[in-house]
């Protein structure tokens, strides 16, 4: 019998009416806002000297809003061609991450950290697991500091997780989407595995976006409904999901790791226990689940605390 490759695909997501370039002024994202990012940019930093690989659908490289930003990248589906988005998720988890503080479009949580796209997913958002633990594993040969992926299925990819482990063995953390299933008994995989950290959605209100998975695995919550950033040919979308939320989470990983080697700050970050050890210490609770964190991880990313106690 002929052996079925095993699948992923991007979770279901929720796009709105898109803004052209032309039409937009400099946009601050309500999550950008909330956590008085601007304020941590002039004490900490704007995640300078940080390379993050998104394995995902790709980029669309030659957005203003990004191409200054980007590296170059890998593209698995199609080996040969450049990484380009056809879809738009990619494109959309990099704004958030890294989109330039020019006075266009919008700004992403860390403005002057860099992306490397590595695309292992196709124009509709499906792919190869085997390709995402290729493009995992090129990430970490190549560069990375960070992971992030915004993508998973309900069952467990051996193949995936040996690829997480390669790269956590090079100090590299992969940051993965928890998954829009809703109320569950657990996140989705990668983000399952305790190599991994596993990211929620929050709304505007602060409280758990109704698609956001739940489960025992949870580690932290950050903005994932109705996020404005990149999308292509030059444009903007607001899209919900925890695949808004993961990026914005490692945009956050990217500011505290920058602040790190610049400051040459006493505490690790080597590993995905490293990254959750001080994450934990700067977190907000959801009002009506304190300490329950199989609803809501350790808490919400809040990078206000964090710049409150190290101010440059």
């Known amino acids: ?45 704007m995640g300078e000297g940080v390379v993050v690989a998104i394995v995902d659908t790709g980029c669309d490289l030659d957005h203003p809003d990004l191409k200054d930003n980007l590296l170059p990248g890998m593209n698995f589906v ?48 499906n792919g190869n697991m085997a390709d995402v633990a290729k493009a995992i594993r090129w990430a970490a040969d190549n560069g990375a500091d960070i992971i992030s992926m915004s993508l998973g ?67 932290f919550m950050a903005p994932g409904g109705d996020v404005f950033s990149t999308v292509p040919d030059n444009w903007y979308a607001i899209l919900s999901g925890t695949s808004m939320a993961c990026p914005f989470a490692v945009g956050v990983a990217a500011l505290v790791l920058s602040y790190k080697r610049k400051y040459k700050v006493n505490f690790k970050l080597d590993t995905a226990d490293d990254y959750r050890a001080i994450f934990k210490k700067y977190c907000t609770e959801i009002p009506n689940h304190i300490n329950d964190k199989f609803y809501q991880g350790f808490g919400i990313i809040d990078p206000r605390k964090f710049v409150k106690e190290y101010n440059g």
Not at 23 to 42: H, M, N, R, V
Not at 83 to 96: L, Q, S
Not at 153 to 169: D, F, G, L, T
Request: glycine share 8%; aromatic share 6%; with cysteine.
């Open 153 to 219: 299925c309900p069952n467990p990819v051996q193949e995936v997780r040996k690829a997480i482990q390669y790269a956590a063995k090079k100090n590299i953390v992969t940051f993965v989407a928890a998954g829009n299933a809703g109320n569950t008994k657990d996140v989705f995989f990668p983000a399952a595995y305790p190599e991994t950290i596993a990211i929620g959605s929050i709304d505007k209100n602060f409280d758990r976006s109704s698609f956001s998975n739940t489960g025992r695995n949870l580690d």
């Open 78 to 125: 199609t080996p040969g061609k450049p990484p380009e988005d056809d879809n738009c998720h990619g494109t959309h988890c990099a704004g958030i991450i890294c989109a330039e503080n020019n006075n266009i479009g919008m700004v992403g949580v860390a403005p002057k950290c860099k992306i490397m796209p590595v695309k292992a997913l196709d124009d509709e958002g």
């Open 1 to 45: 019998m002929k052996k079925r490759n095993k699948k992923c695909r991007l979770p279901k997501f929720d796009l709105k009416p898109v803004l052209s370039l032309q039409d937009a002024q400099q946009k601050s994202g309500w999550g950008i806002t909330a956590f008085e990012l601007p304020e941590a940019w002039t004490k900490v930093g």
